[in-house]
């Protein structure tokens, strides 16, 4: 543990260097835990930038890199995002699809409230709500290009309960895909690296042409977090006479 007197050349900094990090002093009942993560936020440079930017989350640097890899997110589709809020992914996709000169279409869902975003259609609910679907596809104008989610289910601290919750919430986003995306769609959604996702898999691949699995840069190097990006979708419908 530094405790930040020069004693040497330590850690690869020149000697009398001094170290620029924003601590944070223990105050009242802060866990060490919340002191942790406050001063990890406060040292993020993606959180910096993020607020330099105007994006609600350092999160929207992980779409758009994902995006500038492989091109996903074109002028004018028809998107949906799952679990939105704050609503950094929607203000990304927004600007890639040219919403803002007319084009195309973002519905984002959330259990929480959102923030307007211009153009953006927000639906406070919960999207395993049996008329989610249905909701969400009627308010698109037709079947979706895209599905997005960067949900991550709430940790209890126990790794094998945690891996089946995040599994679990991601094979949801899967089935509520199945029931909006049009033929050649994708979906993008967080996964962890750890987790039994073999089926899940399995299923995308037969579903759609290609599934990577991909880690953004803006993930914290600290983090097991990936994505899943499945593109191409090729399901047959279940029923006929589906309309866009």
């Not at 640097?61 to 950094?88: I, T």
């Amino acid at each position: 543990m530094s405790t930040g007197k020069s004693g040497g050349n330590t850690g690869g900094k020149p000697a009398g260097a001094r170290d620029m990090r924003v601590k944070v002093k223990k105050a009242g009942k802060l866990k060490h835990s919340s002191q942790l993560w406050l001063e990890r936020q406060l040292n993020d440079p993606y959180v910096k930038r993020a607020r330099e930017m105007g994006y609600r989350s350092r999160a929207a640097f992980k779409l758009e890199e994902m995006d500038d890899r492989y091109k996903f997110l074109k002028p004018g589709q028809r998107l949906v995002d799952l679990g939105c809020a704050p609503g950094g992914w929607c203000q990304i996709a927004a600007k890639r699809i040219g919403l803002e000169q007319g084009k195309g279409h973002i519905v984002g869902i959330d259990l929480l409230a959102v923030d307007p975003i211009p153009g953006v259609d927000l639906i406070q609910m919960d999207f395993m709500a049996e008329e989610a679907p249905a909701l969400l596809t009627e308010r698109l104008g037709g079947r979706a290009d895209g599905v997005m989610s960067d949900m991550a289910a709430n940790t209890t601290g126990h790794k094998k309960t945690d891996h089946l919750k995040i599994i679990a919430l991601a094979e949801a986003a899967v089935e509520f895909a199945h029931g909006v995306l049009a033929p050649g769609g994708f979906f993008l959604a967080k996964l962890f690296q750890g987790g039994d996702s073999a089926e899940l898999l399995t299923g995308l691949k037969r579903d759609f042409t290609t599934v990577r699995n991909v880690k953004p840069a803006a993930s914290r190097a600290d983090s097991s977090e990936l994505y899943v990006l499945a593109t191409g979708y090729r399901r047959k419908r279940d029923t006929e006479g589906a309309t866009d």
